[in-house]
């Protein structure tokens, strides 16, 4: 055991390592040099290391990164981290006022006007001031603990210099120069690079390996605070500064405006000086600055009434279309792509950019050799805005969709009446290389690692004919692929290992069923035992899932129809992917069968997707209008038009206290 003397130097070492931290990562003026500093981490480490009974979760010595995950854990968010409505004009900004001020009854509203910076939003959760968990955002209800990377994050603060504690909301990004020098020791290490700040942010946060994270040059901006210790707050603004003296890192560009014509100036003045940041960002936040009235607001179930995003108008460049080339998509569907002369757009280098289809083309009369002018479609997918007609020279060519597969050779067909032409091969290697994508892809199976190159390489090779075989790739099968090395073998094996536990709602998402998305894919496995009880269903059966109409069950009966898909099943359940459904009841045995439901306003005990979730449970749907055939409206705090439609209508209304006696009643609760 250490001595009293020795505990006490490794706390006083804590206590200043702490407050270094804080002046040089957060306030960004330090005041040791960097060899005092290392000196004392050292002293420190060796400290814990002879005496591991010293260490602490919130010791600077902790940010270094722990042992590999194998899988990410949930954690479900205490109030829910919902997304925000857009406005892309100064016109949409005042409507936007305008329904607050009519909403509040007030002649003019108190806004905080926020950079909206581009990376990845995160909740941190501390106790007493001491840092103990992390995630990510997720659906915006439940999200995946991130703890162990956030940690190694130097301006997350392990303590607090207040011993608040709920969960404090931020936004992990990445620096353009911290960006461009990661590309940089990639390209030295012969690994792909990463498309912009964002998708490296993204991608650092959720490595299974905390040493990687903590190897990437991650910062963050803290923005919002849901207190669970009394503490009571009036602004936003106040909130801002009372994060900033708990020791966080918050934005010094947000700034109070009297009412919308100071928030238009604001953003109006960050749409110009946005080049000149450090880092990137994507629009301006505007939030109602009173709390109260924040309240008083609400929120719809995806975005809250008291906040908008103002997106900054879509950077347009000149470009050349050099080429125009298809694409074959898991279902076939053949898509015109426009390769353009390299130009540089919102942020990153675009060389490429989707024409959607045939008729996309003729009406934009697109030809190889225009001069075009591009955008970033919500600054993401690059986009043909327009052909210079003046610039042509009369060299350009039109475009002529094949008639044959360029992967395959087999026959490309524009079914009557449809705007997509696909290839008719389901033997297709390009197909077979977009189905794996989608199959490895986040809401899928979630493959970390496995994106388009390696899947390419993956059926090039011949090591992957079907989904299925992912699953007898074994390390020494990987590294006989070119730039595979040991370590990205063992990573991919694992990742892969772990998506077996994903479940049947995941399961039949990858498995690409033409009209299954996420939400309808989890309603199926809410109905059905098991991937294998569904293939045996009737179309009757199907259809009594909530959400599931003709069109959709016909295609789950024609895809379980055919052999070789059952076939795949059998090889998936043989290789030990888990296709049950833990959550499966006879619809016979749901109590709410068949019954609509309607939520409108704050729930305080539930997030509304909690709500939802627990009646689909037990047999109902749940839907986001009002209608004659609705038959409960449960209402929370600041309900909106949908309480009104239903006394209307004459719908049965319940508060959170009768819809918790409804559930629990039901044995839900």
Same mark, same amino acid.
């Given at each position: 055991?250490?001595?009293?003397?020795?505990?006490?130097?490794?706390?006083?070492?804590?206590?200043?390592?702490?407050?270094?931290?804080?002046?040089?990562?957060?306030?960004?003026?330090?005041?040791?040099?960097?060899?005092?500093?290392?000196?004392?981490?050292?002293?420190?480490?060796?400290?814990?290391?002879?005496?591991?009974?010293?260490?602490?979760?919130?010791?600077?010595?902790?940010?270094?990164?722990?042992?590999?995950?194998?899988?990410?854990?949930?954690?479900?968010?205490?109030?829910?981290?919902?997304?925000?409505?857009?406005?892309?004009?100064?016109?949409?900004?005042?409507?936007?006022?305008?329904?607050?001020?009519?909403?509040?009854?007030?002649?003019?509203?108190?806004?905080?006007?926020?950079?909206?910076?581009?990376?990845?939003?995160?909740?941190?959760?501390?106790?007493?001031?001491?840092?103990?968990?992390?995630?990510?955002?997720?659906?915006? #209800?439940? $999200? =995946?603990?991130?703890?162990? &990377?956030? !940690?190694?994050?130097?301006?997350?603060? +392990? %303590?607090?210099?207040? *011993?608040?504690?709920?969960?404090?909301?931020?936004?992990?990004?990445?620096?353009?120069?911290?960006?461009?020098?990661?590309?940089?020791?990639?390209? #030295?290490? $012969? =690994?792909?690079?990463?498309? &912009?700040? !964002?998708?490296?942010?993204?991608?650092? +946060? %959720?490595?299974?390996? *905390?040493?990687?994270?903590?190897?990437?040059?991650?910062?963050?901006?803290?923005?919002?605070?849901?207190?669970?210790?009394?503490?009571?707050?009036?602004?936003?603004? =106040?909130?801002?500064?009372?994060?900033?003296?708990?020791?966080?890192?918050?934005?010094?560009?947000?700034?109070?405006?009297?009412?919308?014509?100071?928030?238009?100036?604001?953003?109006?003045?960050?749409?110009?000086?946005?080049?000149?940041?450090?880092?990137?960002?994507?629009?301006?936040?505007?939030?109602?600055?009173?709390?109260?009235?924040?309240?008083?607001?609400?929120?719809?179930?995806?975005?809250?009434?008291?906040?908008?995003?103002?997106?900054?108008?879509?950077?347009?460049?000149?470009?050349?279309?050099?080429?125009?080339?298809?694409?074959?998509?898991?279902?076939?569907?053949?898509?015109?792509?426009?390769?353009?002369?390299?130009?540089?757009?919102?942020?990153?280098?675009?060389?490429?950019?989707?024409?959607?289809?045939?008729?996309?083309?003729?009406?934009?009369?697109?030809?190889?050799?225009?001069?075009?002018?591009?955008?970033?479609?919500?600054?993401?997918?690059?986009?043909?805005?327009?052909?210079?007609?003046?610039?042509?020279?009369?060299?350009?060519?039109?475009?002529?969709?094949?008639?044959?597969?360029?992967?395959?050779?087999?026959?490309?067909?524009?079914?009557?009446?449809?705007?997509?032409?696909?290839?008719?091969?389901?033997?297709?290697?390009?197909?077979?290389?977009?189905?794996?994508?989608?199959?490895?892809?986040?809401?899928?199976?979630?493959?970390?690692?496995?994106?388009?190159?390696?899947?390419?390489?993956?059926?090039?090779?011949?090591?992957?004919?079907?989904?299925?075989?992912?699953?007898?790739?074994?390390?020494?099968?990987?590294?006989?692929?070119?730039?595979?090395?040991?370590?990205?073998?063992?990573?991919?094996?694992?990742?892969?290992?772990?998506?077996?536990?994903?479940?049947?709602?995941?399961?039949?998402?990858?498995?690409?069923?033409?009209?299954?998305?996420?939400?309808?894919?989890?309603?199926?496995?809410?109905?059905?035992?098991?991937?294998?009880?569904?293939?045996?269903?009737?179309?009757?059966?199907?259809?009594?899932?909530?959400?599931?109409?003709?069109?959709?069950?016909?295609?789950?009966?024609?895809?379980?129809?055919?052999?070789?898909?059952?076939?795949?099943?059998?090889?998936?359940?043989?290789?030990?992917?888990?296709?049950?459904?833990?959550?499966?009841?006879?619809?016979?045995?749901?109590?709410?069968?068949?019954?609509?439901?309607?939520?409108?306003?704050?729930?305080?005990?539930?997030?509304?997707?909690?709500?939802?979730?627990?009646?689909?449970?037990?047999?109902?749907?749940?839907?986001?209008?009002?209608?004659?055939?609705?038959?409960?409206?449960?209402?929370?705090?600041?309900?909106?038009?949908?309480?009104?439609?239903?006394?209307?209508?004459?719908?049965?209304?319940?508060?959170?206290?009768?819809?918790?006696?409804?559930?629990?009643?039901?044995?839900?609760?």
């Amino acid at each position: 055991m250490a001595s009293p003397e020795v505990e006490a130097r490794a706390a006083a070492l804590r206590e200043a390592l702490h407050y270094h931290n804080h002046r040089y990562f957060v306030l960004n003026d330090p005041e040791i040099t960097d060899a005092e500093y290392d000196a004392m981490m050292r002293e420190l480490i060796e400290l814990e290391q002879r005496h591991p009974e010293l260490v602490v979760p919130d010791s600077p010595t902790q940010r270094v990164g722990a042992a590999p995950l194998d899988a990410f854990a949930t954690v479900a968010h205490r109030v829910p981290m919902l997304s925000l409505s857009n406005a892309f004009s100064p016109e949409e900004l005042e409507a936007f006022d305008a329904r607050v001020r009519r909403a509040l009854d007030q002649d003019r509203i108190a806004y905080v006007a926020e950079l909206k910076i581009d990376g990845v939003a995160v909740s941190l959760t501390y106790e007493n001031g001491v840092f103990v968990r992390g995630a990510t955002r997720g659906d915006g #209800a439940v $999200g =995946e603990d991130v703890t162990q &990377n956030l !940690r190694t994050i130097a301006s997350v603060p +392990l %303590r607090l210099q207040k *011993p608040l504690t709920g969960e404090v909301r931020g936004e992990v990004f990445m620096t353009k120069e911290g960006f461009s020098r990661l590309n940089e020791r990639r390209r #030295a290490e $012969g =690994e792909p690079l990463f498309a &912009n700040p !964002r998708n490296a942010s993204a991608g650092s +946060l %959720r490595q299974l390996d *905390p040493k990687v994270t903590a190897g990437r040059p991650l910062d963050i901006f803290c923005y919002g605070f849901v207190p669970a210790d009394g503490t009571e707050l009036r602004s936003h603004y =106040e909130l801002l500064q009372l994060l900033k003296d708990a020791g966080f890192k918050v934005n010094p560009n947000a700034r109070r405006c009297a009412g919308i014509a100071e928030v238009i100036a604001y953003c109006e003045e960050w749409t110009a000086r946005r080049p000149d940041l450090p880092y990137e960002i994507d629009g301006v936040v505007v939030k109602v600055d009173d709390l109260g009235a924040q309240a008083q607001l609400g929120a719809t179930a995806k975005s809250p009434r008291w906040a908008i995003a103002y997106k900054f108008p879509a950077e347009e460049v000149t470009t050349v279309v050099e080429d125009i080339r298809v694409n074959v998509g898991r279902t076939g569907a053949v898509t015109p792509m426009a390769i353009l002369a390299p130009v540089r757009v919102a942020g990153t280098t675009v060389s490429r950019a989707t024409l959607h289809n045939e008729e996309y083309i003729r009406q934009k009369d697109i030809r190889i050799g225009d001069t075009v002018v591009i955008h970033k479609a919500g600054d993401i997918i690059p986009e043909v805005v327009r052909v210079v007609v003046s610039k042509r020279t009369g060299n350009e060519r039109p475009f002529e969709m094949p008639k044959e597969c360029p992967s395959c050779g087999g026959a490309v067909v524009r079914p009557e009446g449809e705007a997509v032409a696909r290839c008719v091969n389901s033997a297709c290697p390009a197909q077979l290389v977009e189905g794996i994508v989608h199959f490895a892809s986040r809401g899928a199976m979630d493959i970390e690692g496995l994106g388009p190159s390696l899947a390419s390489a993956l059926v090039e090779s011949g090591l992957v004919k079907k989904v299925s075989d992912l699953y007898r790739l074994t390390r020494e099968r990987l590294v006989t692929l070119e730039r595979m090395g040991e370590k990205s073998a063992d990573n991919l094996v694992r990742a892969i290992e772990a998506s077996k536990a994903r479940g049947m709602a995941r399961v039949l998402y990858a498995l690409g069923i033409r009209h299954v998305g996420e939400g309808t894919a989890e309603a199926l496995a809410g109905r059905f035992a098991s991937v294998r009880e569904l293939a045996e269903a009737g179309i009757d059966q199907l259809t009594a899932v909530p959400d599931v109409g003709e069109v959709v069950a016909r295609s789950i009966a024609a895809y379980f129809a055919e052999p070789r898909n059952l076939e795949l099943v059998d090889e998936l359940e043989a290789c030990g992917v888990d296709l049950s459904s833990r959550r499966a009841q006879d619809p016979g045995d749901l109590p709410l069968q068949g019954k609509r439901f309607v939520f409108t306003g704050t729930l305080s005990r539930f997030s509304r997707s909690e709500a939802e979730s627990l009646v689909k449970r037990l047999g109902a749907s749940a839907s986001g209008s009002v209608s004659k055939n609705t038959d409960y409206v449960v209402v929370g705090e600041s309900p909106g038009s949908k309480a009104d439609k239903a006394r209307e209508l004459g719908i049965a209304i319940l508060d959170e206290k009768a819809f918790e006696e409804l559930l629990s009643r039901l044995g839900a609760l």
